[in-house]
């Protein structure tokens, strides 16, 4: 059985498979949703959320 290292470990970066977001969204609500999907991706083990919004939606008011 032929075992591969790990590329991280060779060229000195962390091998936890965080993933990082950053950039702009359009509203604050998409940005949490973009967080949440990149945490549900197979084999990530955390997710650095650097995402800023133009349109702050969180807080719905009913009319």
């Not at 949440?36 to 009319?63: H, I, K, T």
């Amino acid at each position: 059985m032929v075992r591969q290292q790990s590329q991280c470990a060779t060229i000195g970066l962390p091998c936890e498979p965080i993933v990082t977001l950053s950039g702009w969204m359009q509203r604050h609500t998409e940005a949490a949703i973009a967080v949440r999907m990149a945490g549900r991706v197979n084999g990530v083990v955390g997710v650095v959320g650097r995402l800023a919004w133009r349109q702050d939606d969180s807080q719905w008011e009913a009319g």
